[in-house]
């Protein structure tokens, strides 16, 4: 069964940070480019960051841009997403997706999401 | 960015009615769209990509269709599992912008 399982999540002060972990497992993993979607509390969804296959390519949302650093460990079977500098608008269910496009240099849709894990920036 | 609108936000059907979701792109995006369903508490799901090719193992009630700027997703015959908010995505360009999603709720 493909699966994507997200870990790391939980209440962190402003300023401080976090790291995601996404375990994959059922799909080769290092052929697949991946992403991180995340969605505030009674909002909608927004894409946070991509990463290609082999890591080469990667992307970020001009909202986290400097923040947030997107990695993978091909051998772990593993992505991540190390959040620093955390604000109170970063709060919101983090998804870690597979992309289906197979461009391998760009974002495309996402085939395969996680069950998402929760980071709450508050004081 | 390209900004994706969604209409309408919300509606009301009854099971077996037809229920269209519009989708705009405030540019071309020539095809680059997905759609997916998200039910409460639970992670989105994806129905359709390439504006109309749909997911394995997504029932044939489920369609697409659109060009340029302006998409539709179509549920033919609305069933009592469809009821979940839909979001639009278009990935012609980096950002992947979604639409704000559109809550489709029991008459």
């Known amino acids: 069964e493909v699966q994507l399982v997200e870990s790391g999540g939980g209440l962190v002060q402003p300023g401080g940070s976090l790291r995601l972990s996404c375990a994959a497992s059922g799909f080769t993993f290092s052929s697949y480019e991946m992403n991180w979607v995340r969605q505030a509390p009674g909002k909608g969804l927004e894409w946070v960051s991509y990463?290609?296959?082999?890591?080469?390519?990667?992307y970020y949302a001009d909202s986290v841009k400097g923040r947030f650093t997107i990695s993978r460990d091909n051998a772990k079977n593993s992505l991540y997403l190390q959040m620093n500098s955390l604000r109170a608008e970063d709060t919101a269910v983090y998804y870690c997706?597979?992309?289906?496009?197979?461009?391998?240099?760009?974002?495309?849709?996402?085939?395969?999401w996680g069950k998402g894990t929760t980071v709450t920036v508050s004081s | 960015d390209i900004q994706m609108t969604q209409s309408p936000s919300s509606l009301s059907a009854s099971v077996g009615d037809r229920v269209t979701i519009t989708c705009r792109a405030s540019?071309?995006?020539?095809?680059?769209l997905a759609w997916y369903q998200q039910k409460p508490g639970k992670a989105p799901k994806l129905l359709l990509y390439a504006a109309s090719r749909l997911e394995s193992g997504v029932p044939s009630r489920f369609s697409g269709s659109g060009s340029g700027t302006d998409y539709t997703l179509t549920i033919s015959s609305l069933q009592p599992e469809d009821f979940a908010t839909y979001y639009c995505q278009q990935y012609y360009s980096t950002p992947g912008t979604f639409g704000q999603g559109t809550k489709v709720e029991i008459k």
């Open positions: 990463i290609s296959s082999s890591g080469s390519t990667i």
């Open positions: 540019q071309g995006i020539s095809n680059s």
């Open positions: 997706a597979r992309d289906g496009g197979g461009s391998d240099i760009f974002a495309s849709y996402m085939d395969v």
